[in-house]
Protein backbone atom coordinates (compact mmCIF):
# COMPACT_ATOMS: atom_id res chain seq x y z
CA UNK A 1 0.00 0.00 0.00
CA UNK A 2 1.22 3.55 -0.27
CA UNK A 3 1.66 4.95 2.76
CA UNK A 4 0.38 8.69 3.85
CA UNK A 5 2.58 10.73 5.71
CA UNK A 6 3.05 14.05 7.95
CA UNK A 7 5.37 16.26 9.83
CA UNK A 8 4.22 17.16 13.12
CA UNK A 9 5.12 20.39 15.05
CA UNK A 10 5.02 18.30 18.48
CA UNK A 11 8.53 16.72 16.58
CA UNK A 12 6.98 13.47 15.48
CA UNK A 13 7.48 12.39 11.92
CA UNK A 14 5.54 9.53 10.82
CA UNK A 15 3.96 7.63 8.01
CA UNK A 16 1.48 4.62 7.65
CA UNK A 17 -2.16 3.82 7.51
CA UNK A 18 -5.37 3.80 6.09
CA UNK A 19 -6.12 7.30 6.75
CA UNK A 20 -5.00 10.25 7.93
CA UNK A 21 -6.31 12.70 9.35
CA UNK A 22 -6.67 15.86 11.92
CA UNK A 23 -8.43 16.42 15.10
CA UNK A 24 -8.48 19.51 16.47
CA UNK A 25 -9.20 19.41 20.57
CA UNK A 26 -10.96 21.38 23.25
CA UNK A 27 -8.19 23.29 23.91
CA UNK A 28 -7.78 23.84 20.16
CA UNK A 29 -4.59 22.09 19.67
CA UNK A 30 -4.47 20.23 16.72
CA UNK A 31 -3.63 16.23 16.30
CA UNK A 32 -2.69 14.50 13.46
CA UNK A 33 -4.31 10.78 13.27
CA UNK A 34 -3.41 7.98 11.72
CA UNK A 35 -5.87 5.24 11.71
CA UNK A 36 -5.27 1.44 10.52
CA UNK A 37 -8.50 -0.11 9.65
CA UNK A 38 -7.67 -3.06 7.69
CA UNK A 39 -7.44 -6.39 8.72
CA UNK A 40 -4.17 -7.77 9.09
CA UNK A 41 -0.54 -6.67 9.44
CA UNK A 42 1.10 -2.98 8.54
CA UNK A 43 3.44 -0.66 9.34
CA UNK A 44 3.78 2.38 11.45
CA UNK A 45 6.92 4.12 10.05
CA UNK A 46 8.62 7.14 12.46
CA UNK A 47 10.80 9.37 11.47
CA UNK A 48 11.04 11.59 13.76
CA UNK A 49 10.18 10.32 17.39
CA UNK A 50 8.54 11.82 20.47
CA UNK A 51 4.96 11.84 22.16
CA UNK A 52 2.04 9.72 20.93
CA UNK A 53 -1.35 8.91 21.83
CA UNK A 54 -2.25 5.07 21.05
CA UNK A 55 -5.59 3.60 20.83
CA UNK A 56 -5.59 -0.70 19.92
CA UNK A 57 -9.05 -2.38 19.74
CA UNK A 58 -9.05 -6.31 19.31
CA UNK A 59 -12.01 -7.54 17.12
CA UNK A 60 -15.31 -8.39 18.87
CA UNK A 61 -16.73 -11.83 19.73
CA UNK A 62 -19.23 -13.96 17.57
CA UNK A 63 -22.70 -13.79 19.16
CA UNK A 64 -24.33 -17.39 20.13
CA UNK A 65 -28.02 -18.79 18.96
CA UNK A 66 -30.79 -20.17 20.27
CA UNK A 67 -31.22 -18.31 23.43
CA UNK A 68 -27.92 -17.31 22.79
CA UNK A 69 -25.55 -15.17 24.73
CA UNK A 70 -23.66 -11.50 23.18
CA UNK A 71 -20.63 -11.37 21.96
CA UNK A 72 -17.76 -10.19 23.87
CA UNK A 73 -16.14 -7.32 22.72
CA UNK A 74 -12.46 -6.98 21.98
CA UNK A 75 -9.91 -5.55 24.62
CA UNK A 76 -8.73 -2.18 24.42
CA UNK A 77 -5.36 -0.53 25.01
CA UNK A 78 -5.78 3.06 25.11
CA UNK A 79 -1.95 4.66 26.39
CA UNK A 80 -1.71 8.60 26.13
CA UNK A 81 2.11 10.14 26.40
CA UNK A 82 3.49 7.21 24.85
CA UNK A 83 7.35 7.89 23.88
CA UNK A 84 8.17 6.84 20.73
CA UNK A 85 11.64 6.69 19.31
CA UNK A 86 12.32 6.27 15.18
CA UNK A 87 11.69 3.00 13.39
CA UNK A 88 9.19 1.10 11.97
CA UNK A 89 6.44 -0.43 14.82
CA UNK A 90 4.49 -3.40 13.18
CA UNK A 91 0.47 -3.33 13.66
CA UNK A 92 -2.13 -5.70 13.51
CA UNK A 93 -5.52 -5.31 12.91
CA UNK A 94 -7.66 -8.19 14.80
CA UNK A 95 -10.72 -9.38 12.27
CA UNK A 96 -14.41 -10.31 14.18
CA UNK A 97 -15.79 -13.42 14.92
CA UNK A 98 -18.07 -15.31 13.18
CA UNK A 99 -21.71 -15.18 14.80
CA UNK A 100 -23.03 -19.17 15.04
CA UNK A 101 -24.34 -19.81 12.35
CA UNK A 102 -27.88 -21.43 13.84
CA UNK A 103 -27.21 -23.78 16.98
CA UNK A 104 -23.88 -25.17 15.41
CA UNK A 105 -21.86 -24.06 17.89
CA UNK A 106 -19.26 -22.41 15.35
CA UNK A 107 -19.17 -19.15 16.33
CA UNK A 108 -15.17 -17.64 16.56
CA UNK A 109 -13.81 -15.29 19.19
CA UNK A 110 -12.20 -11.69 17.34
CA UNK A 111 -8.91 -11.64 16.35
CA UNK A 112 -5.81 -10.04 18.66
CA UNK A 113 -4.69 -6.21 17.61
CA UNK A 114 -1.50 -4.59 18.22
CA UNK A 115 0.95 -1.80 18.01
CA UNK A 116 4.23 -2.69 18.54
CA UNK A 117 4.41 -4.71 21.98
CA UNK A 118 0.93 -3.34 22.58
CA UNK A 119 -1.70 -6.18 21.87
CA UNK A 120 -5.18 -5.94 22.69
CA UNK A 121 -7.27 -9.04 23.10
CA UNK A 122 -10.03 -10.63 20.65
CA UNK A 123 -13.51 -11.15 22.22
CA UNK A 124 -15.00 -14.32 23.45
CA UNK A 125 -17.87 -15.44 22.22
CA UNK A 126 -21.36 -15.87 23.37
CA UNK A 127 -22.69 -18.95 24.23
CA UNK A 128 -25.51 -20.84 22.33
CA UNK A 129 -27.81 -22.56 24.00
CA UNK A 130 -27.26 -27.25 24.36
CA UNK A 131 -24.23 -26.24 22.46
CA UNK A 132 -21.82 -27.16 25.20
CA UNK A 133 -19.44 -24.22 24.17
CA UNK A 134 -15.54 -24.62 25.75
CA UNK A 135 -15.00 -22.32 28.28
CA UNK A 136 -11.98 -20.54 26.94
CA UNK A 137 -13.90 -19.49 23.57
CA UNK A 138 -15.87 -17.66 26.10
CA UNK A 139 -13.40 -15.85 27.35
CA UNK A 140 -11.38 -12.94 25.53
CA UNK A 141 -10.46 -9.11 25.90
CA UNK A 142 -14.53 -9.17 26.87
CA UNK A 143 -16.42 -12.05 27.55
CA UNK A 144 -18.90 -13.57 25.87
CA UNK A 145 -22.58 -13.68 27.35
CA UNK A 146 -24.24 -16.85 28.80
CA UNK A 147 -26.81 -18.60 27.32
CA UNK A 148 -29.69 -19.65 28.58
CA UNK A 149 -30.27 -23.07 28.65
CA UNK A 150 -27.40 -25.04 29.96
CA UNK A 151 -26.31 -21.83 31.74
CA UNK A 152 -22.76 -22.19 29.62
CA UNK A 153 -20.70 -19.14 30.85
CA UNK A 154 -20.40 -16.05 31.08
CA UNK A 155 -16.85 -15.69 29.81
CA UNK A 156 -14.60 -13.78 31.73
CA UNK A 157 -12.82 -10.59 30.23
CA UNK A 158 -8.99 -11.22 30.02
CA UNK A 159 -7.43 -7.38 29.27
CA UNK A 160 -5.57 -7.05 32.02
CA UNK A 161 -5.40 -3.56 33.56
CA UNK A 162 -2.22 -2.17 32.82
CA UNK A 163 -0.68 1.44 34.21
CA UNK A 164 2.14 3.87 33.15
CA UNK A 165 3.10 6.71 31.58
CA UNK A 166 -0.04 9.42 32.12
CA UNK A 167 -2.52 6.69 33.80
CA UNK A 168 -3.71 3.10 33.70
CA UNK A 169 -4.54 1.31 30.48
CA UNK A 170 -5.81 -1.88 29.19
CA UNK A 171 -9.52 -2.54 29.49
CA UNK A 172 -12.07 -5.61 29.15
CA UNK A 173 -14.92 -7.27 31.46
CA UNK A 174 -16.65 -9.99 31.96
CA UNK A 175 -20.08 -11.55 30.43
CA UNK A 176 -23.48 -11.07 31.76
CA UNK A 177 -25.95 -13.86 33.11
CA UNK A 178 -28.59 -15.63 31.84
CA UNK A 179 -32.68 -15.90 33.53
CA UNK A 180 -35.25 -18.16 32.98
CA UNK A 181 -33.63 -19.02 29.10
CA UNK A 182 -32.47 -15.59 28.08
CA UNK A 183 -28.86 -14.84 27.46
CA UNK A 184 -26.69 -12.66 28.53
CA UNK A 185 -25.48 -9.41 27.07
CA UNK A 186 -21.68 -9.91 26.04
CA UNK A 187 -18.84 -7.71 27.94
CA UNK A 188 -17.97 -4.60 27.04
CA UNK A 189 -14.55 -2.54 27.63
CA UNK A 190 -16.13 -0.25 29.56
CA UNK A 191 -18.62 -2.03 32.37
CA UNK A 192 -19.75 -5.90 32.09
CA UNK A 193 -22.48 -7.47 29.81
CA UNK A 194 -25.80 -6.76 31.20
CA UNK A 195 -28.03 -10.00 33.01
CA UNK A 196 -31.11 -11.34 31.44
CA UNK A 197 -34.03 -10.25 33.62
CA UNK A 198 -36.63 -12.56 32.10
CA UNK A 199 -37.60 -14.87 29.09
CA UNK A 200 -38.51 -11.97 27.34
CA UNK A 201 -35.74 -9.63 28.73
CA UNK A 202 -32.37 -10.88 27.42
CA UNK A 203 -28.85 -8.42 29.10
CA UNK A 204 -27.46 -5.28 27.12
CA UNK A 205 -24.34 -5.45 26.07
CA UNK A 206 -21.87 -3.61 28.12
CA UNK A 207 -21.19 -0.24 26.82
CA UNK A 208 -17.89 0.33 25.64
CA UNK A 209 -15.20 3.04 26.36
CA UNK A 210 -15.58 6.59 25.26
CA UNK A 211 -12.18 8.17 23.57
CA UNK A 212 -13.85 11.00 21.65
CA UNK A 213 -11.90 13.72 23.20
CA UNK A 214 -9.04 12.17 22.07
CA UNK A 215 -9.71 10.69 18.81
CA UNK A 216 -12.71 12.69 17.94
CA UNK A 217 -16.45 11.27 17.16
CA UNK A 218 -14.87 10.68 13.30
CA UNK A 219 -14.08 6.63 14.54
CA UNK A 220 -15.71 4.07 16.26
CA UNK A 221 -19.89 4.63 17.22
CA UNK A 222 -19.29 8.33 17.50
CA UNK A 223 -15.91 7.96 19.75
CA UNK A 224 -16.95 4.75 21.44
CA UNK A 225 -15.18 1.60 20.69
CA UNK A 226 -15.90 -2.32 22.70
CA UNK A 227 -19.42 -2.43 23.06
CA UNK A 228 -20.87 -5.75 24.17
CA UNK A 229 -23.50 -7.81 21.75
CA UNK A 230 -26.86 -8.23 22.95
CA UNK A 231 -27.94 -11.63 24.88
CA UNK A 232 -30.96 -13.69 22.78
CA UNK A 233 -34.38 -13.87 24.20
CA UNK A 234 -35.81 -17.46 25.10
CA UNK A 235 -36.84 -19.18 22.49
CA UNK A 236 -40.43 -17.39 20.65
CA UNK A 237 -40.60 -15.04 23.34
CA UNK A 238 -41.18 -11.50 22.10
CA UNK A 239 -38.42 -9.06 22.95
CA UNK A 240 -35.42 -7.02 22.08
CA UNK A 241 -32.23 -5.79 23.91
CA UNK A 242 -29.27 -3.55 22.94
CA UNK A 243 -25.67 -3.83 21.78
CA UNK A 244 -23.60 -1.65 23.97
CA UNK A 245 -22.05 1.79 22.41
CA UNK A 246 -19.37 1.06 21.17
CA UNK A 247 -20.38 -0.66 17.79
CA UNK A 248 -22.18 -3.51 19.74
CA UNK A 249 -24.92 -6.19 17.70
CA UNK A 250 -28.25 -5.68 18.85
CA UNK A 251 -31.20 -8.76 19.37
CA UNK A 252 -33.89 -7.88 17.15
CA UNK A 253 -37.78 -8.92 17.22
CA UNK A 254 -37.16 -11.18 14.52
CA UNK A 255 -34.88 -13.26 16.81
CA UNK A 256 -31.87 -12.70 14.99
CA UNK A 257 -28.67 -10.89 16.36
CA UNK A 258 -27.32 -7.76 14.29
CA UNK A 259 -23.68 -7.54 13.01
CA UNK A 260 -21.18 -5.41 15.12
CA UNK A 261 -19.83 -2.05 13.93
CA UNK A 262 -17.02 -2.42 12.14
CA UNK A 263 -13.55 -1.26 12.99
CA UNK A 264 -15.02 -0.71 16.54
CA UNK A 265 -14.42 -4.42 18.41
CA UNK A 266 -18.23 -4.69 19.18
CA UNK A 267 -19.45 -7.89 19.83
CA UNK A 268 -22.40 -9.93 17.62
CA UNK A 269 -25.74 -10.01 18.63
CA UNK A 270 -27.08 -13.08 20.21
CA UNK A 271 -29.85 -15.06 18.20
CA UNK A 272 -33.38 -17.23 19.38
CA UNK A 273 -34.85 -20.05 18.51
CA UNK A 274 -38.41 -19.59 17.45
CA UNK A 275 -38.92 -22.57 15.86
CA UNK A 276 -35.70 -21.81 13.70
CA UNK A 277 -32.34 -21.80 14.15
CA UNK A 278 -31.53 -17.94 14.02
CA UNK A 279 -28.09 -16.42 13.04
CA UNK A 280 -26.07 -14.49 15.64
CA UNK A 281 -24.23 -11.60 14.76
CA UNK A 282 -20.60 -11.37 13.89
CA UNK A 283 -18.08 -9.57 15.44
CA UNK A 284 -16.26 -5.96 14.73
CA UNK A 285 -13.04 -6.01 13.70
CA UNK A 286 -10.73 -3.91 15.38
CA UNK A 287 -9.26 -0.72 14.70
CA UNK A 288 -5.46 1.11 15.65
CA UNK A 289 -5.57 4.24 16.01
CA UNK A 290 -2.39 7.02 16.80
CA UNK A 291 -2.24 10.64 17.66
CA UNK A 292 0.52 13.55 18.06
CA UNK A 293 0.31 16.99 18.08
CA UNK A 294 1.22 19.10 15.08
Known amino acids: MSFLSATGGGNVEASGGTTVTTFTDNTVTEYQIHAF ?5 DTFNVNSGGEVDVLVVGGGGGGGSDNGGGGGAGGIIFQQNRVIP ?3 FSVTVGDGGQGDTGQNSNQT ?3 NSAFGNLTALGGGVGATGDSGNPDNLMDGGSGGGQEGESQ ?3 GSGLQPSQSGDSGTFG ?3 GGGNDSSGAGGGGGGAGEPGGNASGQSNP ?3 GDGLDVSSTFGTSFGENGFFGGGGAGGVNNSDSGTASGGLGGGGDHNSNYTGDNAQANTGGGGGGAAYDGNHNRAGDGGPGIVLIRYEI
Open 37 to 41: ENVGN
Open 86 to 88: VGN
Open 171 to 173: FGN
Open 203 to 205: GNG
Open 152 to 154: QGP
Open 109 to 111: KGG
